[in-house]
């Protein structure tokens, strides 16, 4: 199953490659403010589907662009597909952006597989294999303390964000870590923490296509990933998240909690 995942990312890769080659033919669509989806986001959801039920006529689809139109509506292997993670990145010609391809089984993160066509690195990840970058094990950093944390995030940009509880989340580690990142790509964010390059990350607003494989990265690179208030439990559809090595991951939640809408009364405090 994994190396069908990779065989779709590449297919879905090469088709973004070809594209930003000439940018200023690439048609864009407003989803809503701040929200876009190109023809080739779409075009290479196509591709990665094709690919997919090809070798797994039987499984289901959950895709950014097209939900669940395709694949069998109840089986319980379901693809969790973002074709271009990054496409405001991409439209501009900003080159952080990601295929991002998991696979659940009775919604159980198994397989992952997030690909970075600018770069051909290709993140990867089975369910009890560990994690690797380009056939190298990753492992997340070692860093103990937050005060030399490099933290990635995600800033909110859709009209109805909720932007003042960011700022004060912004505010908190801003001036207790080493360093705040914004790339504007929560795949390739957990991908690159997953790899050691960050020490954390935390992004409220996400959807499951946008964290599973990445979710997955962390945890077989020895990371913790949940919501805000360290719950690790059902945090795919919470639209919240935090993540991070073991040490700084704690020390995070203590911090973010209280910004969490499933925090406790007495988190809040």
């Not at 989806?37 to 090809?54: F, H, R």
Request: hydrophobic share 40%; charged share 20%; proline share 3%.
């Amino acid at each position: 199953m994994l190396n069908v995942a990779v065989k779709a990312a590449r297919a879905a890769g090469a088709i973004i490659n070809r594209a930003s080659l000439d940018l200023d033919a690439v048609k864009v669509t407003v989803k809503q403010s701040n929200d876009f989806v190109t023809e080739v986001d779409q075009a290479a959801e196509e591709a990665i589907i094709s690919t997919l039920l090809t070798a797994y006529p039987e499984h289901g689809i959950w895709a950014e662009e097209s939900g669940h139109e395709h694949g069998a509506q109840q089986s319980d292997f379901v693809w969790i597909i973002d074709p271009l993670d990054g496409t405001t990145n991409f439209i501009h010609g900003f080159p952080v952006y990601c295929v991002s391809i998991a696979l659940a089984y009775k919604n159980i993160i198994q397989q992952a597989v997030i690909y970075d066509p600018t770069r051909n690195d290709l993140f990867y990840a089975s369910r009890g294999r560990g994690a690797y970058l380009n056939e190298k094990r990753m492992r997340v950093s070692q860093r103990k303390h937050i005060s030399n944390a490099l933290i990635s995030t995600g800033f909110p940009f859709r009209s109805g964000d909720d932007y003042q509880t960011y700022l004060k989340m912004f505010t908190d580690l801003m001036t207790s870590c080493a360093g705040l990142r914004r790339p504007g790509s929560a795949a390739l964010d957990l991908a690159y923490m997953a790899a050691g390059y960050t020490d954390g990350f935390f992004e409220i607003g996400l959807n499951p296509w946008d964290i599973a494989a990445g979710s997955l990265l962390i945890t077989e690179a020895g990371g913790l990933v949940g919501n805000l208030t360290g719950d690790a439990e059902n945090f795919l559809e919470q639209r919240e998240l935090l993540a991070g090595n073991p040490k700084i991951y704690g020390q995070m939640v203590t911090m973010l909690r209280k910004y969490s809408k499933y925090a406790k009364p007495e988190d809040k405090a």
